[in-house]
């Protein structure tokens, strides 16, 4: 979505004249990983990640939320149904930056039974004009089936 052009003029009369310029469009993020069923174990650390592409990538905000357990959220419109997940001792976000792709991470240590759920992962970015947009991604974490 960017890239760089050149501009040549030659009327034949001189050397030939160019000019270059770098164009950058603005795009609100596309999901690149769709993964969307992460495993792991009780007692062993899980990894869920999201990966997008998006410019500017500066002014992003990422929301982790853990679905309650029992309730049918989706979205961030069912408040009640969910609670965010933030840093303490057994869960960390991280957000790595390369270029035009973001990957926001959640990593939790020492998984419990109660840590076997539905995640929703969100940005939030401001686009030209002060505008809030977002994307929103479920994740499901689930028990690996025990070795035999």
């Keep these: 979505m960017l890239g760089d052009y050149a501009c040549v003029a030659d009327n034949g009369i001189g050397a030939p004249v160019n000019n270059s310029v770098r164009v950058n469009i603005r795009y609100k993020p596309e999901v690149l990983d769709g993964t969307a069923v992460f495993l792991s174990k009780v007692g062993g650390?899980?990894?869920?990640?999201?990966?997008?592409?998006?410019?500017?990538?500066?002014?992003h905000q990422f929301t982790w939320h853990r679905v309650v357990a029992g309730s049918h959220a989706e979205h961030e419109a069912d408040a009640s149904a969910k609670e965010?997940?933030?840093?303490?001792?057994?869960?960390?976000?991280?957000?790595?930056?390369?270029?035009?792709?973001?990957?926001?991470?959640l990593h939790i240590r020492n998984v419990q039974e109660t840590d076997f759920q539905k995640y929703i992962w969100t940005t939030y970015y401001d686009r030209v004009g002060h505008n809030i947009e977002q994307e929103t991604l479920v994740l499901n974490l689930i028990t690996m089936a025990p070795q035999l």
């Design 45 to 59: 650390d899980a990894k869920l990640e999201c990966s997008f592409n998006a410019y500017p990538t500066d002014g």
């Design 84 to 105: 965010e997940v933030t840093n303490d001792e057994r869960h960390e976000i991280v957000t790595d930056a390369e270029e035009n792709t973001l990957t926001s991470t």
